[in-house]
Structure formats: C-alpha cells, structure tokens
C-alpha cells in the first residue's frame, strides 16, 4: 500500500475524527495547506474554517471537518489538530447552527449601536463559526 497520513482531531471533548488519507487540506493564519506523506514536520496555527480529508479507500471519499480555530502539527506521517471544537459534517446540527448564526448577527447590530468593540469582537466570532458549521454540513 502507497504511504498514508493518520489524521486526527481532538477537542477539549475528546477525540473527534481518526482516519487515514491520501492528503489533508487547511486553513492556517497564513493561508491554506496541504499535507501529503512525508511532510516535514511542521506546527502551525488554523483559522476557524473546514479541514478536508481525502480518505485513502476512495478517490472520491472526502471527509469535511468544521474547525474552530486550533493547532495543527505534523510529524511522522501523523496529522494531528487540537482545536477548541470541531465537528464533522454529518454531525452538524444545521438548525442549532442557523440559529448561532441569527444570534450572533442580532448581537453584531446590538454592539454596533452601543459601540462596544469586544461584544462586536466576540460575535463576530460566533457568526464566523456559525457560517463555517452551516457551509461544512452541506458536504454530507
């Protein structure tokens, strides 16, 4: 068998994704990624955005993995991320997720009208989120 990546996924909650793949896609700080076998190792910083997983049993089996910021590090053909949460895409409470997304843009025009900078920080954060939750889910 050709050379694969072990990919994982951890949360505060324990783990969340443990497969095997081909190629492994993300959003760092400093843009996107891809992690093939053999990567050097390597530690860098994720966006809250969605991780694809091109598992090594199909050329068309894709797993999406909603990702809420974190660390991702590569070493010895292991992809392990650590990030705050993390859902994969038929796990995603699409409603939940629709509702997180009217309540931080509520809460958006709330900080706006009062000025308040961190509110507007923090829920523009959570819309972020949201929107990240609501466009993975549609990969299932």
């Known amino acids: ?19 095997h793949a081909k190629i492994v896609v993300a959003r760092t700080t400093d843009g996107e990624i891809g992690i093939l076998p053999h990567h050097a190792p390597i530690i860098v910083p994720l966006t809250i955005d ?7 049993d199909s050329d068309t089996h894709v797993d999406w993995v909603a990702v809420n910021g974190g660390i991702l ?3 010895d053909n292991v992809v392990s991320i650590v990030a705050d949460s993390a859902e994969r895409d ?3 409470d699409v409603s939940r ?44």
């Open 73 to 75: 590090e590569v070493r």
């Open 1 to 19: 068998m050709d050379q694969f990546l072990t990919v994982n996924v951890v949360t505060p909650a324990g783990l969340v994704y443990d497969h």
């Open 90 to 92: 038929r796990d995603i």
């Open 97 to 140: 997720a629709e509702r997180a997304k009217q309540r931080a843009e509520r809460q958006i025009e709330e900080a706006k009208q009062v000025e308040d900078i961190d509110q507007l920080r923090r829920a523009t954060v959570a819309l972020h989120r949201a929107i990240n939750r609501i466009n993975v889910s549609k990969h299932s």
């Open 50 to 56: 969605e991780v694809r997983v091109k598992r090594i």
